[in-house]
């Protein structure tokens, strides 16, 4: 589960079967929504801090997917990025600092991508 900070104050929460949602959090209304977007169980997700860009992590098919918010799109948010193979289940993704540097990681491991 995320909460934006955007203009648009939407909360994710991703499932079992690997399907994000976004709720607005304003209209109380399901806004968006991506049918498997992970194969198997979405296990951590992270928005950046201010934009609508979102990362997802699953341990079931190790991938990071990084999402971001188009209007045009049928599903609202489309894929930028991708990491498929990840060494190990992804329990934890973040976002810090001004330039938002994603840490990811598992267990005590925690992975730096610039």
């Known amino acids: 589960m995320a909460f934006s900070e ?8 991703g499932d079992q079967e ?5 709720w607005n959090l304003n209209e109380k209304i399901l806004f968006a929504s991506i049918k498997q977007a992970h194969k198997g169980s979405v296990s951590s997700l992270n928005f ?38 990840v060494k190990s289940f992804i329990t934890k993704l973040r976002f810090y600092g001004e330039d938002g540097t994603l840490y990811w ?6 992975i730096v991508e610039i």
């Open 18 to 22: 690997g399907t994000i949602n976004f």
């Open 105 to 110: 990681g598992w267990g005590d491991i925690i």
């Open 6 to 13: 955007a203009d648009i104050p939407l909360l994710a929460t």
């Open 48 to 85: 950046m801090r201010n934009q609508l860009l979102l990362v997802s992590g699953s341990g079931q098919d190790n991938s990071i997917f990084q999402w971001v918010f188009d209007d045009n799109s049928e599903f609202k948010f489309t894929k930028l990025r991708q990491r498929v193979g």
